[in-house]
């Protein structure tokens, strides 16, 4: 069935490090993948999105590329804040699926000052 | 802006009470979800709705049911609360047609049951 993996965390990164947090999805169609955020007690928002193979998306400094061939969307930062401290989720949807996104286990990213 | 209203962000109710949560969006979306998120286990779906009055199970729908009577509005009821459904609870929605869009999130109901 569709699905997404993403890497574990907790990832414990220094502020202006370069960040990395792997996202590879098995779908069956011609899935839309997104990264959405979530800072401590609050809901998910969306970060980013790409609709189609080799799209990039990007937002706030953070940046993801739509991979077909290795069926990846990778997220990146050249340059982390302490401010981006939050768990990170990777997803797809599939317009055949009653517009229903399906979600990684998420990856908590801690910033040190 | 865009928004999915949850209409408390904290919760305490005691094992058996019958627990009503509530979601409303101002976007005329069609579609609506309720996921509830738990250390470890990441996002589960509960229940979604593609229109008013329909609904069907996501993937952990025991103990729970919804309800749809207008477009904007998609409630949670907890039947009989027990003490591992506290959890963080997040609303979704989304319009037909627009999966390339995402969801629109809210802010979460963390609901502890004791």
């Known amino acids: 069935g569709d699905s997404v993996t993403q890497m574990e965390g907790p990832v414990t990164l220094s502020e202006e490090a370069f960040l990395t947090i792997n996202c590879t999805y098995t779908a069956t169609g011609y899935p839309s993948l997104f990264w959405y955020v979530q800072y401590p007690g609050e809901g998910l928002q969306l970060l980013l999105k790409?609709?189609?193979?080799?799209d990039k998306g990007s937002n706030k400094g953070f940046e993801a590329t739509y991979r077909k061939e290795t069926t990846s969307f990778h997220l990146e930062k050249g340059s982390v804040q302490v401010s981006d401290s939050a768990v990170y989720f990777c997803?797809?949807?599939?317009?055949?699926?009653?517009?229903?996104?399906?979600f990684g286990s998420g990856t908590r990213l801690s910033i040190r000052p | 802006d865009v928004k999915v209203t949850q209409s408390s962000r904290y919760l305490v109710k005691r094992t058996g009470e019958k627990v009503f949560l509530e979601c409303v969006q101002d976007?005329?979306?069609?579609?609506m979800f309720w996921y509830r998120q738990d250390p470890g286990l990441g996002l589960r779906l509960i229940y979604f709705?593609?229109?008013?009055?329909?609904?069907e199970k996501g993937d952990i729908p025991e103990g729970y049911s919804v309800s749809r009577e207008k477009k904007e509005r998609f409630s949670l009821i907890l039947e009989s609360a027990s003490t591992n459904q506290t959890s963080m609870y997040l609303c979704?929605?989304?319009?037909?047609?627009?999966?390339?869009?995402?969801?629109?999130f809210g802010s979460g109901t963390r609901l502890t049951v004791v």
């Open positions: 790409a609709t189609k193979a080799d």
């Open positions: 709705s593609y229109d008013v009055k329909m609904k």
């Open positions: 997803a797809l949807s599939l317009y055949s699926s009653a517009s229903k996104i399906i």
């Open positions: 976007m005329d979306h069609e579609n």
């Open positions: 979704a929605s989304i319009s037909s047609g627009t999966a390339g869009d995402g969801y629109t």
